[in-house]
């Protein structure tokens, strides 16, 4: 029996993520990159659309209730009560922000980051585009990593380059309420 009360929706390309009231998320549509984070049914089998929430641990490794999820393009984001991170799906220009261009089939805790901090932010909100991850942390600070294409990461590098871990943008603003991406644009924002 699947608890269907869920908070919060999130819909791109060919999946979509729902995050349930307890906290477990629900992923269905197209699994090519892993972009479902669970493994492929096998010929025949029923297919158990909740991601194992064992891959959701936080900082003293236990199992943690997921807060908030974003799909993307070919990839998804999840952050956990306690501001962690986890990114899966397609690795391509290092939209996961894992320090590297591969495929990572089950949801992964971000636990590097490049920038002025020496450990890992504990963040509150995350977007996730075609080809690029923006993520926001409970400092107001923005974290960027992907295709640098159009700008869209907000770092000084070349257009056609991309980064693999999460870089902190020299922007900071203590009253920013979130983050949010397109195609090849991404875009913080404020409630009032």
């Not at 993520?17 to 906290?23: A, H």
């Not at 963040?123 to 107001?140: M, N, R």
């Amino acid at each position: 029996h699947i608890d269907t009360k869920y908070k919060i929706a999130s819909a791109c390309s060919n999946h979509t993520l729902l995050l349930l009231e307890s906290g477990a998320v629900l992923s269905l549509g197209f699994n090519e990159n892993g972009e479902l984070g669970r493994k492929k049914a096998e010929k025949d089998a029923e297919d158990d659309p909740i991601i194992d929430p064992s891959y959701f641990r936080g900082q003293d490794e236990r199992i943690e209730p997921v807060k908030l999820v974003c799909a993307g393009w070919k990839h998804c984001a999840a952050i956990t009560v306690s501001g962690c991170l986890y990114t899966w799906g397609h690795g391509a220009y290092g939209r996961l922000g894992q320090g590297h261009c591969r495929n990572e089939p089950n949801p992964k805790q971000v636990k590097e980051v490049a920038g002025e901090k020496s450990e890992t932010p504990h963040f509150k909100d995350v977007g996730c585009g075609e080809s690029h991850t923006v993520a926001l942390d409970e400092d107001g600070i923005i974290w960027a990593c992907g295709s640098g294409h159009y700008g869209k990461l907000g770092l000084p590098i070349d257009g056609s380059s991309f980064i693999s871990k999460f870089h902190s943008l020299s922007f900071r603003k203590d009253s920013l309420s979130g983050v949010c991406c397109g195609t090849n644009h991404s875009m913080a924002y404020h409630i009032v």
